[in-house]
C-alpha cells in the first residue's frame, strides 16, 4: 500500500458536499517538493491542505501539530541534501498548523479512532513537504502520518478512517473561520462597550 491508493480512495467516497478534492502527488526531493507545494498554493490556493506521508513501524494515523524548519541532514532519493539544511530561508524555526491537534486526537480517541498526537513531523525530505505548506498556507495545511504496514495500513480501513479525520480537521476550521468573522464584525463596532468587551474575549480565543 501507497499514500497514492489512500488518496485516491478519500477522492471516491468525497469529503462531504461542495467539497473539491485536489490530488498531487509530491517527490520525495528537497528541490522539487518545495516547487510543487509552492505551485499548488499559487494556482490552486486551497482552503486547506492535507499531505500524506507513510510512517514505517507506526501503530496508529499520526496527526502532526508542527513542521520545522531547520535540521533536515538526511539525503533524499537523489542523494541530495540542503547545504544549510533548512526548508524556507529566514523562516520561522516551527510552523504551526492552525487545527489544534491535541484536541482533536483527543475527541477522535474518545471515537475509539487510532490516532497519535505529535509534535513533530519528522526532518526528511517527505516532511519537509509540512513546513513549507505551513508557510505559504499560514498555516492552513496539516500533515499525516498514516502507517507503512500492520493490520491498519490497507486502503479498506485507512480510507474511512482518514475521511473521518480531515472532516473533524474542517469542522474545526470552519468554527475557527466562524469565530474570526465574528470578532472582525465586533471590532467594527467600537462604540459599543458591550460589543467591544466581547471582542476582546473573541481576541483571546482565537489562536
Known amino acids: 500500500m501507497d499514500a497514492d491508493e489512500v488518496s485516491v480512495g478519500l477522492e471516491k467516497v468525497g469529503l462531504g458536499e461542495n467539497i473539491n478534492i485536489y490530488i498531487k502527488e509530491v517527490p520525495v526531493s528537497y528541490i522539487k517538493s518545495p516547487q510543487v507545494i509552492v505551485g499548488m498554493w499559487e494556482t ?5 491542505a492535507i499531505h500524506l506521508g507513510m510512517a514505517p513501524g507506526s501503530r496508529g494515523i499520526s496527526l502532526e501539530q508542527t513542521g520545522k524548519n531547520h535540521g533536515y541532514r538526511d539525503r533524499d532519493v537523489c542523494a541530495f541534501c540542503p547545504v544549510n539544511h533548512c526548508c524556507i530561508e529566514g523562516g ?6 492552525i487545527i489544534d491537534m491535541r484536541s482533536l486526537s483527543k475527541d ?7 490516532v497519535i498526537y505529535s ?5 526528511c525530505a517527505v516532511p519537509l513537504t509540512a513546513p513549507c505548506s505551513l508557510h505559504h498556507g499560514h498555516g492552513r495545511a ?3 502520518h498514516v502507517p507503512a504496514s500492520g493490520s491498519l495500513a490497507t486502503p479498506e480501513r485507512l ?9 473533524a480537521m474542517l469542522n474545526q476550521l470552519e468554527a475557527l473561520q466562524t469565530a474570526k468573522d465574528h470578532m472582525t464584525t465586533v471590532s467594527k ?12 474575549v473573541h481576541t483571546g480565543d482565537d489562536p
Open 189 to 200: 463596532t467600537p462604540e459599543d462597550p458591550t460589543m467591544a468587551t466581547s471582542g476582546l
Open 92 to 97: 520561522s524555526d516551527s510552523l504551526d498548523s
Open 159 to 167: 480510507v474511512p478512517l482518514l475521511q473521518t479525520v480531515i472532516q
Open 108 to 114: 477522535l480517541k474518545q471515537m475509539g479512532l487510532e
Open 119 to 123: 509534535r513533530d513531523a519528522g526532518r
Open 142 to 144: 496539516a500533515f499525516i
Open 44 to 48: 490552486v490556493n486551497p482552503k486547506f
